[in-house]
Structure formats: structure tokens, C-alpha cells
């Protein structure tokens, strides 16, 4: 969703960078993990288990699969196989994200005028492409790689960083996008370059901040975008039911409040996380490291998924809080990694 699909040795938790620091914790030192749903964390890890292709995982994926589905039961899983290791320096930073549910159409009107494009054939993983301002530009017009056309830009520019969306056609026809690839360009933010132009302060940006002054900026909104030259394109996903999430980094879909994009190079993909989040609203929640984003870097760092529609992405637009983050890791990894407490 965030990102495209990883190879599984990342999955596998073969870290591409050393951690600063890493410390064995008990699970007592975990604040509010008795009071959480553990079977519910348990149901979105058996969701990618079988994903995780290494040995140590193995027996662990197979036992998950035979724990009766209660909270006691749950809990005494994760205790029994995990430890918690805290990797990296807190406080970390905790950002949200969700599906978006869009209006749009199947070919252009003088409403729905901005298209989003699926992949060119041209277009290879990990080479750079066109940046964002010369695809803008219209170098792809013509070619029949639209997918839909929304009626805002801005809404074209946040589909893309959030990675997938609902986009409901003028029939009352909904279909699902989800990621298709990039141009190869990093990712840049555009809240920090309107911290850097002076515009606001870091504690007044949030995604609907940034969208209201675009709108009301249009030409200088349009410039603004363009300094992320990172451009997302999208494919459709036609088997994917309604009542289920969007698909993540792993290629199965992501659950609310229970699955979060991480940095690949820290958090193996598919591994619980234990989030101790802070700020207006506080969470203590077993999770699962299922996708990725291009703004996702950091062994302290993730992004929460909160949801499908407007609800949730209010709630995802105004996170941006401190905490800890804790990786739960197979028993010798963590002690092979790390000196305990």
C-alpha cells in the first residue's frame, strides 16, 4: 500500500542497518499490555504469519494458528514466544494514515479533470522516472493510463501519500485503488517546506492544514506539491471485498488500529509491535508491522493505519505525537541481538 512489496528477507527481519541501540525488556515493563485485546492483535498477525519466510518464524506461525481465540490465550502466546526489544533511541514518532474515500469518475469531465495514472511499462522499480513536475506537466496525456479522475489535485496529491483509496463514480460504483509503483524520486515533505518558507510552525502543521492552505493557494499549493518530486501510480483492485482493508506492503490487507507502516531496515515485516503512543489521544496497543511508507524512517518511527473514509482521516491527520515504540521478537533473536536489562 505505502510501498511496494518487499523482499522477505526484510520480512524475515535480516536488518539492512544496524540499530544505535537495543535493549531486552520484561513484558511487565510494557505500560497497559495486560489491558489490551490481545486476540484481536493476534488475528491481523495470523493475517501475514505465513508471509515471514524464515525458520525461526516457522514453528512460532504454526503454534499462533492453534491458540484459541480469547484474550488470556492470546496474551500467554505472545508471552511464551516474544520478547520485547526496544530498538533505536525514544521518543519515537508516531504519524497516522488511512484509506481515503474519494469522488471521481471513469473518463474526464469539466468536474473530474485530474487523473491518476497506472504504471507506464517504461517505468522500472528502483530507476528514476519524470518527477512530479514534469508528469503534472502532462507528459503522460494521451496514452490511456488513466484509471479515474478526481475533482480536487489536492486529493490526487494525498491519495498518493496515503497509497490507496475508495473512489466513488458519479453511479454510485465504487472501486479500490491501491499502490502500482513510483517514479523512483525520494519522498519530501511538503509540511516541512512550509515550516522552512515560515509559513507555520512545526506543532501547527497537519495534513488538514496543509490541505487548507493549498486550496486556498492554488498556484503556490501547486508548487508546493511539486517539491516532492516522488510521484505514486496506482492499479486497480477489482478482487478486493468491501468490507476488507486496503492491501499493505505485505499483499494482503491491513487492519484499523491494529496494523502500522515501519522502516523495513529496523521492524521486520509481519513482527508485533507494542506501541505506547502519547499526546491528545493516548494508545497502548499490540500491533503488527504489515506496510511501509516512503516517509516511514527510523527504528523509532511508524505510521499508524486508522481507518476507510473522513472519520478516519481526521483522526490519522492530526497524529503526530512522541511515545515508545517496543518490537516483539523471537525469544534467541532478541537475546542474540541484545544485552538484556
Known amino acids: 500500500m505505502r510501498g511496494a512489496l518487499l523482499h522477505f528477507c526484510l520480512a524475515a527481519g535480516l536488518m539492512a542497518a544496524a540499530p544505535a541501540t537495543a ?4 513484558f511487565e515493563q510494557l505500560e497497559g499490555w ?12 495470523l493475517v501475514t504469519c505465513d508471509l515471514i519466510d524464515a525458520p525461526d518464524w516457522r514453528p512460532i506461525c504454526a503454534l499462533a494458528a492453534d491458540v484459541p ?24 514518532l508516531f504519524t497516522g494514515y488511512f484509506e481515503p474515500e474519494l469522488h471521481g469518475s471513469p473518463v474526464r469531465t469539466p468536474r473530474f479533470a485530474w487523473p491518476i495514472y497506472r504504471k507506464p511499462p517504461e517505468v522500472r522499480d528502483g530507476q ?31 491519495l498518493q501519500v496515503q497509497g490507496s483509496g475508495r473512489i466513488r463514480m ?31 510552525t512545526a506543532d501547527q502543521v497537519s495534513a488538514q492544514v496543509i490541505r487548507a492552505w493549498v486550496k486556498r493557494n492554488p498556484a503556490a499549493g501547486q508548487d508546493l506539491m511539486n517539491h516532492n518530486p516522488s510521484y505514486v501510480f496506482f492499479r486497480k483492485l477489482s ?10 506492503a505485505m499483499g494482503r490487507s491491513i ?9 523495513p531496515a529496523f521492524t521486520p515485516l509481519g513482527a508485533p509491535v507494542w506501541i505506547e503512543k502519547v499526546g491528545n ?12 511508507g516512503g516517509a516511514i524512517k527510523g527504528a523509532q518511527r511508524a505510521d499508524i493505519f486508522y481507518g476507510t473514509g473522513a472519520q478516519a482521516g481526521d483522526d490519522a491527520g492530526t497524529v503526530k505525537d512522541g511515545g515508545r515504540l517496543i518490537l516483539l521478537l523471537p525469544i534467541d533473536r532478541a537475546y542474540a541481538m541484545v544485552d538484556p536489562l
Not at 34 to 45: G, K, V
Not at 75 to 91: S, T, Y
Not at 171 to 193: F, L, M
Request: proline share 8%.
Open 23 to 26: 535493549q531486552v525488556l520484561d
Open 34 to 45: 495486560h489491558d489490551d485485546d490481545h486476540a484481536a492483535a493476534l488475528a491481523t498477525f
Open 69 to 92: 481465540q480469547d484474550d488470556a490465550s492470546a496474551r500467554a502466546f505472545f508471552e511464551l514466544v516474544f520478547k520485547p526489544v526496544v530498538i533505536g533511541d525514544p521518543p519515537a
Open 128 to 158: 528514476q522516472w519524470h518527477p512530479r513536475s514534469v508528469i503534472e506537466g502532462g507528459i503522460l496525456a494521451g496514452r490511456g493510463l488513466e484509471i479515474a479522475w478526481l475533482d480536487d489535485p489536492v486529493d490526487v496529491f494525498f
Open 170 to 200: 458519479p453511479d454510485g460504483r465504487v472501486i479500490r485503488v491501491g499502490y502500482g509503483g513510483r517514479n523512483g524520486y525520494p519522498y519530501r515533505s511538503i509540511g516541512h517546506e512550509l515550516v522552512r518558507r515560515g509559513l507555520f
Open 239 to 248: 478482487d478486493l471485498p468491501a468490507d476488507k482493508g486496503p492491501i499493505g
Open 255 to 263: 487492519t484499523t488500529l491494529r496494523s502500522i507502516a515501519i522502516d
Open 281 to 292: 489521544r493516548p494508545l497502548r496497543r499490540l500491533m503488527v508491522a504489515q506496510d511501509t
